[in-house]
């Protein structure tokens, strides 16, 4: 079953082996965003992809479990289009949590609210940032304005505002408050489908290890030894890769893993014997680069 799972994917040329490398860059304007994150390292372009792999499965996974959330796009894509019975989102930032818990609750239309009404100048933004959030509901509309003003929607310590942006408009060129506030209020109408939980990825995935009918969409920083990408852009970029790639040797049920071109990470999924393949995307100075998937064997 699995196996046949990744014929089809390869049938579909969705991805491919090396070194054939023909897979054209999915457009990400093709893609329906649905989250309010611009989130360093989000895979909206990876969304044609998973989205195959869900629907060409014998029976819909019970539960899609979105190990690493960020800005949870696959998670909040398969809720939307219901590629599972039921969606589970894992943080374990506690700003970015804040952001799903709110948004999840019956305060998403507090946090719509508050976006259209704020007047973002450098000053308030530096004011509205610094201020000690009292409750969560705060503490998520601090991270989403410190997400789309800081360079690369980066919440990692270090991070600085956007200087020029977009057309020089500097912090205001992310700022879209009708945007924004309409996606909140839409994952909203699908929010019983989504289940979210601040914690461990690595904890759920073992306390779910014996379940046959779940699917895991599995996105970790990029901290493997060899490029280390992630350290600069999350704050929780600390990561036991080895554990994880353990892990995902016992669960049952069948899973999707990205990681960044490194041998390092070949090593550990060939190791265990997973299927590891290539799919294009667009780097950041808008050439090819390969990122790595990888699925059970
Ligand atoms: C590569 S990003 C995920 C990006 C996401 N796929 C998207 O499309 O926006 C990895 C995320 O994992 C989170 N993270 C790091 N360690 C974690 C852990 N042990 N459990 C759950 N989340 C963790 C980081 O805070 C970060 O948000």
Known sequence: MLQSTNRQLFQLGLFCS??????????????????????????????PVVRKWLQNRAEKPAELIEVF???????????????????TMIEIDPDVA??????LSNDAEWLARKILDFDLSLPNAQKAIEKTATDTKERAFQTILRNRTLH????AAGSGFLKHGENGKGITSRWYPETL????????????????????????????????DVAYFI?????????????????????DHD???????????????????????????????FHVSTVPMKGTHHNEVFELLITPA
């Open 18 to 47: 090396e070194p054939e490398k023909k897979n054209k860059i999915v457009n990400v304007s093709s893609v329906k965003q649905l989250s309010p994150f611009r989130y360093p390292g989000g895979k909206t372009w990876l969304v």
């Open 243 to 273: 554990s994880l790639f353990d892990i995902a040797c016992f669960v049952r049920g069948d899973f999707m893993m990205t990681y960044d071109n490194a041998e390092s990470v070949r090593v550990m999924a060939e190791k265990r014997g």
């Open 181 to 212: 506030s309409k996606r909140i209020r839409y994952i909203a109408t699908f929010r019983d489908r989504i289940t979210f939980i601040e914690g461990d990825g690595l904890q759920i995935l073992k306390q779910n290890a014996e379940r046959p």
């Open 69 to 87: 959330t960020g800005g949870g796009i696959i998670g909040l894509t398969a809720a939307h289009e219901q590629l599972a019975a039921h969606v």
């Open 219 to 239: 996105d970790p920083p990029y901290t493997a030894p060899g490029k280390c990408a992630g350290k600069r852009l999350y704050r929780f970029y600390e990561l």
């Open 98 to 103: 804040a952001v799903w818990h709110t948004m």
């Open 152 to 155: 690369g929607g980066i919440l």
